[in-house]
């Protein structure tokens, strides 16, 4: 199963921010029909659906995300969940 765990700071920052940051990321999960399974203050897990397209729906993601400074500045930690064992994708998403 496809997955990806995002962890956000959560320190020296408003919850308001937060929970914008939140907001914009379910929204690029979700405009690539994936669904957000766990939602915490500075967290997000997101699953696939079992769609042939999942794979390249979550790289269409990670690749919206890398060209997004607000995400790029508070992203703390990325891991992707493949068929194999899972890989840190963080270093990718800020390069």
């Given at each position: 199963m496809y997955r990806v765990e995002i962890s956000f700071k959560t320190e020296n920052i408003s919850n308001d921010t937060i929970e914008r940051i939140s907001t914009e990321t379910d929204k690029?999960?979700?405009e690539r029909n994936l669904q957000c399974c766990k939602k915490g203050i500075g967290k997000r897990v997101y699953i696939?659906?079992?769609?042939?397209?999942?794979y390249g729906n979550f790289w269409s993601a990670?690749?919206?995300?890398?060209?997004?400074p607000w995400f790029i500045d508070n992203v703390t930690e990325c891991m992707w969940y493949n068929e194999t064992p899972k890989?840190?994708?963080t270093g990718f998403l800020k390069a």
């Open positions: 690029i999960f979700a696939e659906k079992g769609a042939k397209n999942d990670f690749f919206a995300l890398k060209g997004s890989d840190l994708i």
